[in-house]
Each structure stands twice: as C-alpha cells, then as structure tokens.
C-alpha cells in the first residue's frame, strides 16, 4: 500500500514534469499559437485520474508561480496566472480533476475518455474566458469569440489524442504492474 501511493505520488511529479515540457511545444498560427499544453492535460487526466492527475496540475501551477519557466513560452511568475491567459492555467486543475472523475464514475475505456476530455476541454475554455473577460474588461460575448471559440476544433483534436494515448498507456501501466487497478477504484 505504502509503496503504491509513492509510486502514484512519483506518477504525478513526473506528469508535472511532462506538462511542462509539453508546454514548451507550440505551433505558431496566424491567430492562435497551438501549444502542447492541453494535451498534456488530457494525458494526465486519462492516465492518472482525478486524484494524482490534479496533484499533477498544482505541481505544475506552484512551479510555475514561483517563476520557473514552465508555462508556454518558457514563462513563469504570478504575473502570468494573474494575467489574460491564468484562467487556463487555473483551469487545468478543474480540467484533469473533472475527466479524472467522469472516468472514474464510469470506466477507462477510449469512449469514455473521449467523452470526458471533451467535457475536460469545454471546462479549460470556460476557465480561461473567464479570467480573459475580467482582466481584458471586454463583454463575455467576445471573452467567448477569443477565449474558447477559435479553440474547439483543435481542442477536440488533442481531447481524442490524448485518450488514444492515455488509455494505451493507462493500460500498459497496469499491465506492467506499475500501478495497480484496486488503488485506482478505491481512492
């Protein structure tokens, strides 16, 4: 029992460590920037679930609130979580707890972790127009238009890619007794 939860607690500096350099993968479009970040988010929801995947996220944000370089665009500092794009940042945590959760209420099977990262997504979205809204002062019809609208199609993307990937390597953890199914289902 005691080794498990180090091991799951070891699970999750590591997939703060993935999400920062997932962070760091950005494909630089005409409007948008499309950044590794979400996808990292999906994966670690997927693969360790709502309690250790939002462990996973605080990491990540406490990191980057102290100044490491961890956010997108080698940023860090309280000034980018006080800042137009915080909300997301915050909202990964609600995200992974949130699709951790749905999978665990139902199971982790590729439907379900389609599902709930979608819902994951729609969740990150609303979080970042949110904050988008307050600080930019703008009406939420346009926080939407430019917090969550240009998104969703990518977000879709990287929400089925990221429960391709995850449930593979859930299972292979599993598989590989890395992390047992029982500690999973009785958290």
């Not at 091991?7 to 993935?18: D, K, M, T, V």
């Not at 951790?100 to 982790?108: A, C, N, P, Q």
């Not at 599902?115 to 994951?120: D, E, M």
């Not at 904050?131 to 926080?143: G, N």
């Amino acid at each position: 029992m005691r080794n498990e939860r180090l091991r799951w607690l070891l699970l999750s500096a590591i997939f703060a460590g993935i999400m920062a350099v997932l962070s760091q993968l950005t494909i630089p479009l005409p409007l948008i920037p499309i950044t590794g970040q979400t996808l990292a988010v999906g994966l670690t929801a997927t693969i360790l679930g709502s309690r250790y995947g939002t462990l996973a996220m605080i990491i990540y944000t406490l990191l980057g609130a102290v100044g490491l370089p961890v956010f997108a665009g080698a940023s860090g500092g309280l000034q980018v979580l006080v800042g137009k794009t915080g909300g997301y940042i915050f909202g990964f945590i609600l995200t992974v707890y949130a699709t951790g959760l749905i999978l665990e209420k139902t199971s982790f099977t590729l439907k379900n972790a389609i599902i709930a990262n979608i819902v994951g997504m729609l969740i990150n979205l609303l979080c970042g127009s949110i904050q988008l809204k307050y600080v930019m002062d703008i009406p939420w019809d346009k926080a939407i238009a430019f917090g969550a609208t240009p998104f969703l199609v990518v977000g879709v993307i990287k929400a089925v890619l990221a429960s391709l990937i995850g449930i593979k390597v859930r299972e292979r953890l599993i598989a590989n007794r890395l992390i047992r199914i029982e500690e999973t289902l009785s958290r």
